[in-house]
């Protein structure tokens, strides 16, 4: 065809339906599925932001537009600064916000009860490769989160960054199997331990 040519159209009948998108991750899992197979890979899908100064009720809604359950919170992108989860929205620390200073839903940010970079438990995106789905449930139970984040270690002109989210919603979607959470983790040694 030629570079310019007009290509032909058409008009459209009744019943005419939109493509759906296949949810990301759709495949059945077990136990001994790789890892791999439940992490959200964010270098193939983009991650869900929100900035620290917006409030929970912008939070929310973007949560429920984006179909996510965490927003990493950058003020400007990439640096990431901490996570909020839809249990943050209507969590203890938003609760107690509340009450000590005095504020409404409303008036309460995202930098109020997010959960900050220092604070957020992550496991190594080269560990990933040789572990199992099991192994990802059993660091979800020892260190009591519904969500870890994969990062990859620094090579040559890529600084260390994070790939990818292992979340506890979707590893039960894939599963068909509701996870109990229950344990605690009393030290990070631990968590490398359930990896090996």
């Known amino acids: 065809m030629h570079r310019d040519a007009v290509m032909s159209t058409f008009r459209l009948s009744p019943g005419m339906s939109i493509a759906q998108a296949s949810p990301w991750h759709s495949k059945p899992v077990t136990l001994e599925s790789p890892a791999l197979d439940v992490m959200t890979d964010l270098t193939q899908v983009k991650a869900a932001t ?71 438990d992550a496991i190594e995106f080269e560990r990933m490769a040789g572990a199992r789905v099991g192994n990802l449930i059993a660091t979800l139970k020892r260190v009591g989160r519904n969500h870890l984040l994969v990062v990859q270690g620094a090579s040559a002109g890529t600084p260390q960054r994070i790939r990818g989210v292992v979340s506890r919603a979707q590893i039960e979607r894939q599963l068909g199997a509701p996870i109990e959470m229950t344990e605690i983790a009393s030290s990070f040694s631990e968590v490398e331990r359930a990896l090996l």
Request: glycine letters at 8%; charged letters at 20%.
């Open 50 to 120: 929100i900035g620290p100064g917006q409030t929970l009720q912008q939070a929310e809604q973007t949560m429920i537009y984006q179909g996510v359950r965490m927003l990493f919170v950058v003020s400007e992108m990439p640096a990431l600064e901490g996570l909020i989860t839809s249990t943050d929205l209507r969590g203890e620390r938003q609760m107690s916000l509340v009450h000590s200073r005095h504020l409404r839903f409303d008036e309460m940010r995202v930098a109020d009860v997010m959960t900050e970079l220092s604070m957020l």
